[in-house]
């Protein structure tokens, strides 16, 4: 028998604690009470279903028994000498969570498992469940995205109908030129007005495509380079690059709620903002190549896209005196600089 130790028992029935003596008696833990209302034989429970409590740094020790009652010490050492004392030992979890080193060394695991998810796991995942998805999906969010931008940031167009019509059929005879297989995806043109956006070309998801009246009048004395800025547009299209965006912030955020526990919807939604605008510098790279590709099927150059980057920088440099537009679609695309030397130098692959 090795040396019990006096303690209080919660029985399950009544608020007020009991004095016990406790022991370990081979695989039991024995207790018995020592007040006056103390009858009958001790009791009895197997040690394998008796729940022990962690050892922390502060704070008073709690026993949980397999019949409900429970045991609360309030001298915390004392507990875990006697604990010790009895030759048990803690589970290496514990172990770890007490260690400075097993902390830190899980920080660093949690860590490397976000930024493998990250560059590795996301984009394959995104990518398959966004390729998956039905595109009745797509569509309802295009369209639902559409009616939110509708009703903060754009306006109606103050283009005329003949404006819109001419450039709709340059597209129209574009697409049909660029994709003589057929292959071109689903796609919708609309044009708005929209001063805080200024020039400037979006994709949805659904197809729908958003081309600003300040772009169209900013390229309206060379209509080649608006149709290769569409031509961008629809690479988003044709990759469902919008349905992606949005499938990696979910799986980003969820990724980081996971490894960090429960945490504020700040942690959890603002690395995942952060994280996919650097993703979509890689995928305005792939829609440039596709847009290029296409450029050079219908028989343009690739090359009408530098008027694009000239203009849009000459654009920049005014409105940066005042405050200027925002610095979203067009604005967040990689550095003009090397777009405009991929442009001029693309070849078709042979």
Request: hydrophobic fraction near 40%; aromatic fraction near 8%.
């Amino acid at each position: 028998m090795r040396l019990p130790l006096r303690t209080l028992w919660f029985d399950g029935r009544s608020p007020r604690g009991r004095a016990v003596r406790v022991h370990l008696d081979g695989d039991e833990f024995v207790l018995q009470p020592l007040d006056e209302a103390a009858d009958g034989p001790a009791r009895r429970y197997p040690l394998r279903r008796v729940r022990w409590p962690e050892r922390r740094t502060h704070g008073q020790r709690q026993t949980d028994l397999p019949d409900g009652s429970l045991i609360q010490h309030a001298d915390a050492p004392e507990w875990d000498d006697w604990w010790a004392g009895q030759g048990l030992s803690e589970s290496w979890v514990v172990g770890w969570q007490q260690s400075w080193c097993a902390t830190v060394w899980a920080v660093v695991g949690a860590v490397a498992v976000v930024l493998a998810s990250w560059l590795w796991g996301v984009p394959a995942a995104s990518q398959f469940v966004a390729q998956r998805l039905p595109m009745e999906l797509d569509e309802r969010l295009g369209r639902d995205s559409l009616e939110q931008l509708d009703r903060v940031l754009l306006k109606p167009t103050r283009l005329d109908e003949a404006q819109q019509r001419e450039v709709e059929q340059r597209w129209k005879s574009f697409v049909e030129r660029a994709h003589v297989e057929g292959d071109e995806p689903a796609w919708r043109l609309s044009f708005r007005h929209a001063p805080d956006l200024g020039p400037n070309a979006l994709a949805l998801p659904g197809g729908h495509i958003i081309v600003t009246d300040q772009l169209v009048e900013l390229l309206r004395d060379r209509p080649d380079a608006l149709t290769g800025v569409l031509a961008h547009e629809l690479g988003h299209v044709h990759h469902r690059d919008g349905l992606d965006m949005l499938v990696r912030a979910s799986l980003l955020s969820a990724i980081v709620g996971v490894v960090f526990g429960d945490a504020s919807t700040f942690i959890a939604t603002v690395p995942a903002a952060l994280l996919t605008q650097s993703y979509s510098r890689d995928v305005e790279r792939r829609a440039d190549a596709y847009a290029a590709e296409r450029l050079h099927r219908a028989g343009l150059s690739p090359a009408v896209m530098v008027t694009l980057f000239e203009r849009l920088a000459a654009v920049r440099q005014k409105e940066g005196e005042r405050g200027g537009v925002l610095p979203i679609a067009l604005a967040s695309h990689p550095a003009d600089e090397d777009r405009i030397r991929y442009f001029r130098e693309w070849t078709p692959e042979r």
